[in-house]
């Protein structure tokens, strides 16, 4: 049965590295030393008025009535997990991603936006990180909103606009505080893109350009080398990134450089250039897509 959308912190805490932990550990002690890992999640989340909702695989997905219950959690958590070890003395960490705003429940589940965005700033976190949207910090006591650093903002998959981002600290020690400088502002970029005489401009508002022979695509390719879905561009806060994911690839050149074959790879734009799809430029120069990164 479906509830009347509530406000709750949503927690998502997920064990880092556990793909490793396989390949070192083997599959039964690796299961072990996850589960230890998840019941450590399970019992300080209760112990601070948190429900486990649902655990997959590695990871925890758990709600709390207030901000504040999910900030102190998270913090105890970190702390047990820091101290846990593998069987060979290997440290054990989590990623934690925290959200306060509305979920609709459906029978012992929940959904809506902030779980979405929650699970997105757990993926965005390394091992032994904390982050929590800038949102959520008004519904946090001061002794809390001072145990964070700035992340500045971060390009969240599913939004347009960026996500500004902190990280919540949860070492005690002076040395370890000490290094929590803020991180230095980025500077908004724009790329400028040409197809013909067609001409894009990439921004903020702006998160992801698709690339293909599809007409559903942003820009259509009309080459019969290039896949229906070939390729995409997508805006990483201050950086774009070619993504193919095409089958014959996409070849890029660089002013100045020599031109580079990329296939169901990835690369940071940078300077000016020109695309092809799916053969070089120099057997069909004909249809090109040239682009200029600006600071």
């Not at 650093?149 to 996500?163: L, P």
Request: include cysteine; aromatic fraction near 6%.
């Amino acid at each position: 049965m479906e509830s009347s959308p509530r406000e709750v912190a949503v927690l998502f805490a997920d064990v880092s590295g556990s793909t490793h932990l396989y390949e070192t550990l083997g599959d039964a002690e690796a299961l072990h030393t996850v589960g230890r890992c998840l019941e450590i999640i399970r019992g300080s989340s209760e112990e601070h008025a948190g429900r486990v909702v649902r655990t997959i695989g590695d990871g925890s997905l758990v709600v709390f009535p207030y901000a504040a219950n999910a900030a102190y959690a998270a913090i105890d958590m970190q702390t047990r997990v820091a101290r846990e070890r593998t069987s060979r003395g290997a440290p054990l960490a989590i990623r934690i991603g925290m959200h306060f705003g509305p979920v609709v429940g459906v029978d012992d589940d929940v959904f809506g936006d902030a779980v979405n965005l929650a699970s997105r700033l757990s993926d965005l976190a390394k091992g032994g990180e904390t982050l929590v949207s800038v949102s959520t910090l008004s519904s946090l006591p001061p002794a809390l909103r001072a145990r964070v650093r700035n992340q500045n903002a971060y390009t969240v998959k599913g939004k347009s606009e960026d996500i500004g981002i902190v990280e919540l600290v949860w070492q005690e020690s002076e040395t370890e505080l000490t290094s929590l400088a803020n991180r230095p502002t980025v500077t908004r970029a724009f790329l400028r893109l040409k197809h013909g005489s067609r001409l894009i401009t990439l921004d903020a508002s702006t998160a992801v350009l698709a690339i293909g022979r599809e007409s559903g695509n942003d820009l259509v390719i009309a080459d019969h080398a290039a896949s229906r879905r070939h390729a995409r561009i997508e805006r990483r806060r201050d950086k774009f990134v070619l993504v193919d994911q095409s089958s014959n690839g996409t070849y890029c050149t660089i002013a100045g450089d020599d031109e580079i074959l990329l296939r169901r790879e990835e690369m940071v734009l940078r300077g000016r250039g020109r695309l092809s799809f799916g053969h070089p430029y120099a057997e069909d120069p004909t249809e090109v897509l040239e682009f200029s990164c600006v600071d």
